[in-house]
């Protein structure tokens, strides 16, 4: 008979952080299935994946932030890929970025003077840019019908590229890279979030559905006395009693709901709407993502005035095509199945995307889908690392707002280290230390 495990890790959230993390932990050298047990929890009935997760462009930057994590979760992603056939599997690909401003011609004006700010919540930026130096684009505008010559003049004069053929050229006043050619990649989140699950899983991990009801603390530990000692869960499947699951380490990265569990993080919910586009057969759909700035006209507005918005435009390898809106702060729910979808919200972003593309005019909407993002609501972050100021043994990984997917592999890779050999080896991630934010 084998020896009882030594070391039993569980993993709250079934996010990218937390699928992630699993992996990397099953991954490391020091990994042993006959003294480690790893059991990853997740509190919604339908799976991983279902939160920010599942519903996010899948961006990955070298010009995202905080740059400490960036540095390792970028280049742990291409070797991800290459040896998972990430390409084939969960759709990573370098990409084009770029800065798009110009004006959008509207055919629906009752959906078009929607925000994309969903019902219930105020307007709040997802700040995805903020690791871009700033910069002023001029604007170039155009008038009235053109040629194909003048428009391939105009594609010239606001540098829109050859390339990029779903935005149209006499709308825009100006178009600039924003960042080089292989600073910016994508990944199909959903694909890659049970991707990470399922390669954890042929390692070892166990994966049980529940909700977490609390972390339990033992006094044990030595400093403030006190370490974890497992959780409690409510299993999926019907009216079933709290159980306990034994635990020497706890991983919190629940996102947004990890305040449920350690009331003193500082961990406050963005919802974010997003839809995605399926244009005409046979329509090919260049790989660029686009932050635009569209001004639409006042006659569609209803206010007499013209209307800025911003969508977020992401071609994606199957030529689908995700498009997103600003957040709100809106309350978040009991768990991640009981988020609102505002379809409101959600035609508008249609509706202004389609007032620059003819091929995202003509496609077909597939998913109308909301989410909450994990923000440190005290600025900065994310947070990783042992709180060892709530007890000895509870790691913290969560707040990683807009940038999870393209930090998760660097953020996994500490936990990792910081579970298995006592201690953060990769980076130097002591400003995202919990004992700076609780």
């Known amino acids: 008979m084998s020896p009882a495990p030594t070391q039993n890790i569980v993993i709250v959230g079934g996010g990218i952080i937390g699928c992630t993390t699993a992996y990397y932990l099953a991954s490391h050298p020091a990994f042993d299935p006959a003294s480690t047990s790893i059991t990853l929890i997740e509190a919604s009935a339908?799976?991983?994946?279902?939160?920010?997760?599942g519903k996010a462009g899948g961006l990955v930057a070298k010009w995202a932030y905080p740059k400490e994590l960036v540095?390792?979760?970028?280049?742990?992603?291409?070797?991800?890929?290459?040896?998972?056939?990430?390409?084939?599997?969960?759709?990573?690909?370098?990409?084009?970025?770029?800065?798009?401003?110009?004006?959008g011609e509207?055919?629906?004006?009752?959906?078009?003077?929607?925000?994309?700010?969903?019902?219930?919540?105020?307007?709040?930026?997802?700040?995805?840019?903020?690791?871009?130096?700033?910069?002023?684009?001029?604007?170039?505008?155009?008038?009235?019908?053109?040629?194909?010559?003048?428009?391939?003049?105009?594609?010239?004069?606001?540098?829109?590229?050859?390339?990029?053929?779903?935005?149209?050229?006499?709308?825009?006043?100006?178009?600039?890279?924003?960042a080089p050619p292989g600073a910016t990649?994508?990944?199909?989140?959903?694909?890659?979030?049970?991707?990470?699950?399922?390669?954890?899983?042929?390692?070892?991990?166990?994966?049980?559905?529940?909700?977490?009801?609390?972390?339990?603390?033992?006094?044990?530990?030595?400093?403030?006395?006190?370490?974890v000692g497992g959780v409690t869960y409510v299993p999926h499947g019907g009216?079933?009693?709290?159980?306990?699951?034994?635990?020497?380490?706890?991983?919190?990265?629940?996102?947004?709901?990890?305040?449920?569990?350690?009331?003193?993080?500082?961990?406050?919910?963005?919802r974010a709407h997003s839809i995605t586009i399926r244009p005409r057969p046979n329509t090919?759909?260049?790989?660029?993502?686009?932050?635009?700035?569209?001004?639409?006209?006042?006659?569609?507005?209803?206010?007499?005035?013209?209307?800025?918005?911003?969508?977020?435009?992401?071609?994606?390898?199957?030529?689908?095509?995700?498009?997103?809106?600003?957040?709100?702060?809106?309350?978040?729910?009991?768990?991640?199945?009981?988020?609102?979808?505002?379809?409101?919200?959600?035609?508008?972003?249609r509706a202004h995307v389609a007032s620059i593309s003819r091929e995202l005019r003509e496609g077909a909407v597939e998913r109308r889908q909301a989410c909450f993002l994990p923000v440190v609501s005290v600025g900065g972050g994310p947070i990783v690392g042992e709180a060892k100021e709530v007890a000895e043994g509870l790691v913290v990984a969560t707040g990683h707002t807009c940038w999870g997917i393209c930090n998760a592999p660097g953020t996994a890779k500490a936990i990792a280290e910081l579970v298995l050999e006592g201690k953060i080896k990769c980076a130097n991630l002591n400003k995202l230390k919990p004992s700076r934010f609780l």
């Open 284 to 349: 090919r759909i260049a790989p660029y993502v686009l932050f635009t700035e569209i001004t639409l006209p006042a006659s569609s507005t209803g206010s007499g005035r013209a209307q800025q918005v911003s969508p977020e435009i992401y071609a994606r390898p199957t030529d689908e095509v995700y498009c997103c809106g600003p957040g709100d702060d809106s309350a978040v729910p009991e768990t991640v199945d009981d988020v609102q979808v505002d379809e409101g919200a959600c035609e508008s972003i």
């Open 71 to 103: 540095a390792v979760s970028f280049q742990e992603h291409v070797r991800l890929a290459q040896e998972h056939d990430g390409a084939n599997r969960w759709g990573w690909r370098f990409v084009n970025c770029g800065s798009w401003e110009g004006r």
């Open 185 to 227: 990649a994508q990944v199909h989140p959903y694909l890659f979030t049970t991707s990470m699950l399922e390669l954890a899983q042929a390692r070892g991990v166990r994966f049980v559905q529940g909700k977490v009801t609390a972390i339990i603390v033992d006094k044990a530990g030595s400093g403030n006395g006190r370490r």
């Open 106 to 178: 509207v055919v629906e004006p009752d959906a078009a003077a929607g925000s994309g700010v969903g019902s219930g919540g105020r307007r709040k930026s997802l700040e995805k840019t903020l690791g871009l130096p700033g910069s002023e684009l001029e604007s170039k505008p155009a008038t009235g019908s053109e040629t194909q010559a003048s428009l391939k003049e105009r594609r010239a004069a606001t540098g829109l590229p050859e390339d990029l053929n779903w935005v149209e050229p006499h709308l825009t006043d100006s178009y600039s890279p924003m």
């Open 239 to 270: 009216a079933q009693e709290a159980q306990k699951l034994p635990a020497t380490h706890v991983i919190l990265a629940a996102g947004a709901w990890s305040p449920r569990l350690v009331p003193s993080l500082p961990i406050s919910g963005t």
């Open 46 to 53: 339908h799976g991983v994946a279902q939160g920010a997760s």
